[in-house]
């Protein structure tokens, strides 16, 4: 069945970086629009970050910008999200998945276009 296959995460101290993939199985990344996600417990899952298809534009929430760099590598079919200076709030559950990306008063709004999730990939940021 495809799914998206999210690696990366891991235990990091505050001010620590992670680098975090995510990979596609049964199908191809391509050049949709995909999206990276946050769910921490008890709370709604977030969109954060997005790589838009073709035009090579990025889209940050105001809560990870300056600090999370996304990418793509269209040769491995791979998104990558560089998090550095990481903070204790940063702590979910982080998955990728298709996205609609657009930005509205300089606002960047990032909502997933499909329902399918990966098993994502645990972030944890604590002493």
């Known amino acids: 069945q495809a799914h998206f296959v999210e690696s990366g995460g891991g235990l990091v101290q505050p001010g620590g970086s992670l680098r975090l993939s995510c990979a596609a199985s049964?199908?191809?990344?391509?050049?949709?629009?995909i999206g990276w996600f946050r769910q921490a417990p008890g709370e709604q899952r977030e969109g954060i970050s997005c790589f838009s298809g073709t035009d090579l534009s990025t889209y940050y929430a105001d809560s990870v910008k300056g600090r999370f760099t996304i990418s793509r590598d269209y040769a491995k079919d791979t998104i990558y999200l560089q998090m550095n200076n990481l903070k204790p709030e940063d702590s979910a559950t982080y998955y990728c998945a298709r996205a609609d990306c657009s930005r509205r008063y300089l606002k960047d709004y990032i909502t997933p276009t499909s329902g399918a999730w990966g098993q994502g990939t645990l972030v944890t940021v604590s002493l």
């Open positions: 049964g199908f191809r990344l391509g050049v949709y629009p």
